[in-house]
Nanobody, 125 residues
Framework: QVQLVESGGGLVQAGGSLRLSCAAS????????MGWFRQAPGKEREFVSA????????KYADSVRGRFTISRDNAKNTLYLQMKSLKPEDTAVYYC??????????????????WGQGTQVTVSS
């Protein structure tokens, strides 16, 4: 079992920055592929970014590439999402997720086994 707790969300003006964190416990963090997803009101959950177990590979949604950076610190059991140049359309609840089964970086929520409770990000125009 893996427990994930996100933090760092909040209200920010368009063009601003936020850094999300996801603290993991319960399983060796370095054995997990990690990802970020988001869900806006009335919309389906969508993929944001993913990172391999040793940070050697990353993947981003087209909508955030160049503005968001995913990273992890295996010594601290923590996943990060640095968000810059935020836009109102980035407003959503952001979730971190962990995949214990696969090596590939999937954009599919079904591949991820564990989820955090989410943190709200609101970008005002």
């Amino acid at each position: 079992q893996v427990q994930l707790v996100e933090s760092g969300g909040g209200l920010v003006q368009a063009g601003g920055s936020l850094r999300l964190s996801c603290a993991a416990s319960g399983r060796t963090f370095s054995s997990l592929v990690m990802g970020w997803f988001r869900q806006a009101p009335g919309k389906e959950r969508e993929f944001v970014s993913a990172i391999s177990k040793t940070s050697g590979s990353t993947k981003y949604a087209d909508s955030v590439r160049g503005r968001f950076t995913i990273s992890r610190d295996n010594a601290k059991n923590t996943l990060y999402l640095q968000m810059k140049s935020l836009k109102p359309e980035d407003t959503a609840v952001y979730y971190c997720a962990a995949d214990r089964r696969y090596l590939s970086l999937s954009k599919l929520a079904d591949q991820y086994d564990y989820w955090g409770q989410g943190t709200q990000v609101t970008v005002s125009s």
